[in-house]
């Protein structure tokens, strides 16, 4: 007890000297209001410009210190550098904000980017204030902001381990950055990197809303995702990355600098800043991208990875979210730079967030949106020695199958006990009728399968086994 009084004397001894130091223009003591701002601004330095604390028993406060992380502030937000504590900086300190220092990195662990462009994202703990599909549907919001301005793709994962974490906390929290209460700081984001890096925590202290009450979580959660993708703070206010909270924003919440910015750290070839337009111009313009209208056009693979579909082709790769129109495409290293062929196969597996590609007798495994490992043998699902290749492969969520297409025959594989299913291979043209020619690739979407039969997409009802559509495959990338 008398420590801790000790403490609070000295604290209070500290925030007097400082205000001492700043000469406010004052008769007599300094009143209740302006030792309660000096806190303030003492508390907002240490947490967005660095202050040092004095050690513990030293009353006196560096004064050239503290005026000057008053003037670094000041000059962040394009105010008068006076590095006194005037009417207007006291109103930019009061101001809720994002958690994140404007002038330090905000942990030792941060990194400048993800090396890679398909980014998995996980929510953890909800708030109270909406319901769990809003805000499911605002986060997908907020990282569709970026994923339009640039080359990156995020897939919702439902495992611990992906890149960004989502949760929604309170006071401390378990990072050594706890939260301060109602309004002041409204969340934070560690850069991208191992452990904590690109987790993103809410303060479940504010008013979370969908629209003007309270505090937006989609203007919220789009500036936060701006850290974890390893963006810093700007000091332009038209800047989604401004520290502030603006109730009021433009449809589009990135401004010029925003997009640059994003694309200076995730170009299509790093080292390379006028990539694309020499791609779109030169000789390196893919005849794939400029014929991906044709209406022979056809896919060796197609599967669902989270809530996006891939599409592969020779070696170009689109990615397509399913609730967006836009897709993004390029050659497949540009998002998974170990795949350097093409992919014969693939599929998706919910339950464990797995994806798996195939090449020729080989696979890769993707958890998340790594690739792991190195490649294994295509006999390790238990296929004779004699099959070195199939030609498409899809999991049924339903029956935990997958099954794997080659010529005319088909193999099923149970994915809970890891064995292939006797009896097989079967004939496709028996257990699916109305399938005729070979199957280049398959997907399992809302209870349907899709056949991907050349130039063709036959839409299969698995249950009643029969054909209750056709389209054409460009028809899945827009075209």
Same mark, same amino acid.
């Given at each position: 007890?008398?420590?801790?009084?000790?403490?609070?004397?000295?604290?209070?001894?500290?925030?007097?000297?400082?205000?001492?130091?700043?000469?406010?223009?004052?008769?007599?003591?300094?009143?209740?209001?302006?030792?309660?701002?000096?806190?303030?601004?003492?508390?907002?330095?240490?947490?967005?410009?660095?202050?040092?604390?004095?050690?513990?028993?030293?009353?006196?406060?560096?004064?050239?210190?503290?005026?000057?992380?008053?003037?670094?502030?000041?000059?962040?937000?394009?105010?008068?550098?006076?590095?006194?504590?005037?009417?207007?900086?006291?109103?930019?300190?009061?101001?809720?904000?994002?958690?994140?220092?404007?002038?330090?990195?905000?942990?030792?662990?941060?990194?400048?980017?993800?090396?890679?462009?398909?980014?998995?994202?996980?929510?953890?703990?909800?708030?109270?204030?909406?319901?769990?599909?809003?805000?499911?549907?605002?986060?997908?919001?907020?990282?569709?902001?970026?994923?339009?301005?640039?080359?990156?793709?995020?897939?919702?994962?439902?495992?611990?381990?992906?890149?960004?974490?989502?949760?929604?906390?309170?006071?401390?929290?378990?990072?050594?950055?706890?939260?301060?209460?109602?309004?002041?700081?409204?969340?934070?984001?560690?850069?991208?990197?191992?452990?904590?890096?690109?987790?993103?925590?809410?303060?479940?202290?504010?008013?979370?809303?969908?629209?003007?009450?309270?505090?937006?979580?989609?203007?919220?959660?789009?500036?936060?995702?701006?850290?974890?993708?390893?963006?810093?703070?700007?000091?332009?206010?038209?800047?989604?990355?401004?520290?502030?909270?603006?109730?009021?924003?433009?449809?589009?919440?990135?401004?010029?600098?925003?997009?640059?910015?994003?694309?200076?750290?995730?170009?299509?070839?790093?080292?390379?800043?006028?990539?694309?337009?020499?791609?779109?111009?030169?000789?390196?313009?893919?005849?794939?991208?400029?014929?991906?209208?044709?209406?022979?056009?056809?896919?060796?693979?197609?599967?669902?990875?989270?809530?996006?579909?891939?599409?592969?082709?020779?070696?170009?790769?689109?990615?397509?979210?399913?609730?967006?129109?836009?897709?993004?495409?390029?050659?497949?290293?540009?998002?998974?730079?170990?795949?350097?062929?093409?992919?014969?196969?693939?599929?998706?597996?919910?339950?464990?967030?797995?994806?798996?590609?195939?090449?020729?007798?080989?696979?890769?495994?993707?958890?998340?949106?790594?690739?792991?490992?190195?490649?294994?043998?295509?006999?390790?699902?238990?296929?004779?020695?004699?099959?070195?290749?199939?030609?498409?492969?899809?999991?049924?969520? %339903?029956? $935990?199958?997958?099954? &794997? *297409?080659?010529?005319?025959?088909?193999?099923? +594989? !149970?994915?809970? @006990?890891?064995?292939?299913?006797?009896?097989?291979?079967?004939?496709?043209?028996?257990?699916?009728?109305?399938?005729?020619?070979?199957?280049?690739?398959?997907?399992? %979407?809302? $209870?349907?399968?899709? &056949? *991907?039969?050349?130039?063709?997409?036959?839409? +299969? !009802?698995?249950? @009643?086994?029969?054909?209750?559509?056709?389209?054409?495959?460009?028809?899945?990338?827009?075209?």
């Amino acid at each position: 007890m008398e420590v801790c009084e000790m403490h609070n004397m000295l604290l209070f001894c500290c925030v007097l000297s400082c205000f001492m130091a700043l000469t406010l223009e004052t008769e007599g003591s300094p009143s209740t209001e302006q030792l309660v701002e000096l806190k303030l601004a003492t508390e907002y330095l240490k947490r967005y410009y660095n202050l040092r604390e004095e050690p513990l028993g030293r009353v006196k406060r560096s004064e050239p210190s503290f005026t000057s992380k008053v003037k670094d502030m000041q000059n962040f937000f394009r105010l008068n550098a006076t590095g006194m504590l005037n009417s207007e900086t006291l109103e930019v300190m009061r101001s809720p904000r994002c958690g994140v220092p404007d002038v330090e990195e905000y942990s030792h662990i941060q990194g400048t980017r993800w090396n890679k462009n398909v980014i998995t994202y996980s929510i953890g703990r909800y708030t109270r204030d909406l319901p769990r599909n809003t805000v499911d549907s605002l986060i997908e919001s907020a990282f569709s902001v970026w994923a339009r301005a640039s080359s990156l793709t995020f897939v919702r994962s439902q495992t611990h381990n992906a890149d960004i974490m989502v949760e929604f906390v309170t006071y401390n929290h378990g990072d050594m950055y706890p939260f301060d209460g109602p309004r002041g700081t409204l969340a934070h984001a560690f850069g991208p990197g191992l452990g904590v890096g690109g987790d993103t925590h809410f303060d479940d202290d504010e008013r979370w809303s969908a629209g003007e009450r309270g505090f937006n979580l989609f203007v919220v959660a789009a500036h936060e995702f701006g850290h974890a993708l390893g963006l810093k703070h700007s000091r332009h206010p038209e800047s989604l990355m401004y520290p502030t909270y603006k109730s009021s924003r433009p449809a589009n919440l990135l401004s010029i600098e925003d997009i640059v910015n994003i694309n200076r750290l995730y170009s299509p070839v790093r080292g390379h800043p006028n990539y694309w337009s020499h791609w779109l111009s030169g000789s390196l313009f893919p005849q794939l991208m400029q014929n991906k209208c044709s209406p022979d056009l056809t896919f060796d693979a197609v599967t669902t990875v989270g809530r996006a579909t891939f599409f592969f082709r020779e070696r170009h790769l689109w990615i397509k979210h399913n609730e967006q129109h836009d897709i993004k495409e390029g050659p497949i290293t540009n998002f998974m730079p170990k795949i350097k062929t093409s992919i014969d196969a693939a599929f998706w597996v919910p339950r464990r967030s797995t994806g798996y590609l195939i090449h020729g007798s080989m696979f890769w495994t993707v958890k998340g949106s790594y690739v792991k490992g190195k490649p294994r043998r295509l006999k390790r699902f238990g296929f004779p020695a004699w099959v070195q290749d199939v030609h498409a492969a899809v999991h049924i969520v %339903k029956s $935990g199958r997958t099954l &794997f *297409f080659m010529h005319n025959i088909y193999w099923s +594989y !149970n994915e809970k @006990q890891r064995i292939m299913d006797s009896g097989y291979p079967k004939s496709i043209s028996e257990d699916f009728p109305g399938i005729n020619g070979t199957i280049n690739a398959a997907v399992h %979407k809302e $209870g349907f399968i899709y &056949f *991907f039969v050349g130039p063709q997409v036959y839409k +299969y !009802n698995y249950t @009643q086994k029969h054909v209750v559509g056709v389209e054409k495959a460009n028809s899945w990338i827009g075209c």
